[in-house]
């Protein structure tokens, strides 16, 4: 009789580790803007139009600490690797990236050179999808 090894908990995949990363951040960033927002139907919205219109505009709170210099910020789908996305992870929930509550004169400055919160500007189309990620059937309310 022969024995066959066989691992019972086969180590996850380099995608499947960013699959699942990428997911978290998801998770928690939603749940981090419904709580600041007090609103339980609160969305994220990664596209940077989308995120000004119907998050920065829509509650007047904007993330605060995003690694800008290392990560531009952008639908999670196009960050290429998983030591960017574990870096989000870890600073979304050690609270050095968070939500902030903003007045209107930060809005205002916001509004005129978002740039120091986004890094360099999308082009025009990008992100069109931002409200579906992975495997996510989003209704009508969810797409920007």
């Given at each position: ?73 952008k639908?999670l ?25 903003i ?11 978002p ?30």
């Open positions: 009789m022969s024995f066959q090894k066989f691992r019972l908990n086969k180590p996850k995949s380099y995608s499947d580790r960013m699959t699942d990363t990428r997911a978290e951040v998801r998770a928690l960033v939603k749940h981090k803007l419904r709580e600041i927002t007090g609103q339980p139907g609160a969305q994220m919205k990664w596209a940077q139009t989308a995120y000004m219109r119907d998050v920065v505009s829509r509650y007047r709170v904007r993330i605060e600490g995003w690694p800008v210099a290392e990560i531009e910020f639908n789908s196009n960050i290429p690797n998983l030591r960017k996305l574990e870096l989000l992870l870890r600073g979304w929930k050690d609270e050095t990236i968070y939500f902030r509550q007045n209107e004169e930060e809005y205002q400055a916001m509004v005129a050179d740039t120091p919160w986004f890094g360099p500007l999308e082009d025009v189309g990008e992100g069109q999808n931002e409200g579906q990620h992975e495997g996510q059937q989003e209704g009508p309310s969810e797409q920007s």
